[in-house]
């Protein structure tokens, strides 16, 4: 048992640590079986880390603005532990398949990936590995500081046998397993509860569907013994600790209370994926309302509901990097273009550069942005409410057109509903000259 045996606490016949700190009173069994002799100095001093993450909860609101998640978001984290058990050792097409699944504006997805995976292979070679599924939209939480934020923040949690995807459990998240080596797992453990406890992923079927089930079945009490067996002392960790360590050094310990610090949002910083590319269900409602539905387009999946979605048109980055996307593009975006490039000339330059783009979008800024038809039709288009970018205004331009109805008619406003969001833009629209 890694830790508890002979191998880690003896040498020569002697127990080598003063104390050895144990988070539940069942390690106790586990230790006397393995190394005896180190019973006089166990401690059950609990799982700082466990009581950390329980006074991060208030700031979870905190955690998933960092991540760019709003309050309707369903965050979804990814956990791996290390080796070919783990859950990208069995399967490593599952980020991918799992983003390709989830609409952009309604989930997130982020990785936490065990450290010794990110230096067993290097952080270059992990980038490269996940480098499409970066440029679909995952956020990449970094080895050392930000997996207990990230848990924190998720909504549902998918992950293997390692030790984030308990603690994922104990703090009552929603929690599936992708796959669980129950021959890696030690008998009476927390890991052990987890497999009992949390469903196990069935790949013949939607991950989406699987996800949001977990969520609404979930109950509070499904994981009680995965919460109990991660520590004895569940918010007492650091006053025990404190009084150990104070005895070891011999000194008094202070009087005030020991502290228990939240994690601070600051530390969380992530590699941001951004959706580069997208494929586009746009439904016309109303005369001044469409329906847009968003997946990334880098990544594909059996399972998405884009296959059943009527009218699917591909949405860009101009400067995505893989050609075959820009080349099929229906609508090509262009952000932020240099001060000495006016729009006139980007949009001239993508039509002239990508035949099968029909509508070309420059955007400004975030919130403003000028769109071109290829026959030269023309409209600026402002964001004046709602959390979505101008690069909307193109998908809705383009259901309008496809519904039948000219260029001159499209409204002043235009309300545009994506995911749970409603984003308002207002369009001015211009149509050139005929001599």
Not at 118 to 131: E, K
Request: one cysteine or more; glycine letters at 6%; proline letters at 6%.
């Amino acid at each position: 048992m890694y830790g508890l045996s002979q191998q880690w606490l003896v040498r020569d016949g002697v127990v080598i640590p003063s104390a050895v700190v144990l988070s539940h009173d069942e390690q106790y069994g586990r230790l006397a079986e393995l190394t005896p002799d180190a019973l006089s100095v166990a401690v059950v001093g609990g799982d700082p880390c466990f009581d950390r993450m329980r006074a991060s909860i208030a700031h979870r609101a905190r955690y998933r603005a960092v991540l760019g998640a709003h309050s309707d978001t369903t965050v979804v984290a990814v956990s791996s532990t290390w080796g070919s058990n783990s859950l990208l050792g069995r399967h490593l097409d599952l980020i991918g398949d799992l983003l390709a699944e989830l609409s952009i504006d309604e989930h997130l997805v982020a990785a936490i990936l065990h450290p010794n995976t990110w230096f067993a292979h290097g952080p270059l070679q992990i980038r490269h590995w996940l480098s499409e599924y970066l440029r679909a939209g995952l956020r990449l939480v970094p080895p050392a500081v930000g997996w207990q934020h990230t848990i924190v923040a998720a909504d549902v949690v998918l992950g293997d046998h390692g030790a984030v995807t308990g603690y994922s459990a104990a703090i009552g998240r929603p929690t599936l397993l992708a796959t669980f080596p129950d021959h890696d797992v030690a008998p009476g453990s927390v890991i052990e509860a987890l497999g009992k406890s949390a469903p196990h992923v069935d790949f013949r079927q939607s991950l989406h569907e699987q996800l949001h089930r977990a969520i609404g079945d979930y109950e509070p009490d499904q994981f009680h013994t995965v919460r109990e067996l991660t520590s004895s002392i569940p918010d007492e960790s650091a006053r025990t600790l404190r009084q150990v360590f104070y005895q070891l050094m011999d000194l008094p310990e202070p009087d005030r209370a020991a502290v228990v610090r939240p994690f601070d949002p600051s530390e969380l910083t992530i590699e941001d994926g951004i959706a580069c590319a997208a494929l586009v269900s746009a439904e016309l409602s109303s005369d001044a309302s469409v329906h847009v539905t968003r997946w990334p387009a880098d990544v594909t999946s059996h399972h998405s509901a884009l296959h059943e979605a009527a009218d699917i048109h591909l949405v860009v980055r101009s400067d995505h990097p893989q050609r075959d996307l820009l080349t099929h593009a229906a609508i090509l975006t262009h952000q932020n273009p240099p001060n000495d490039m006016h729009a006139d000339q980007a949009l001239a330059e993508i039509m002239a550069n990508y035949p099968a783009c029909r509508l070309a979008v420059v955007a400004n800024s975030e919130r403003t942005g000028v769109l071109r038809h290829r026959n030269g039709d023309t409209a600026t288009a402002e964001v004046v409410d709602g959390p979505g970018d101008v690069a909307l205004a193109g998908s809705a331009i383009h259901a309008w057109l496809a519904s039948g109805r000219p260029w001159p008619t499209l409204p002043d406003k235009i309300v545009i509903t994506h995911g749970p969001f409603r984003t308002s833009i207002q369009l001015s629209v211009t149509v050139p000259m005929v001599t």
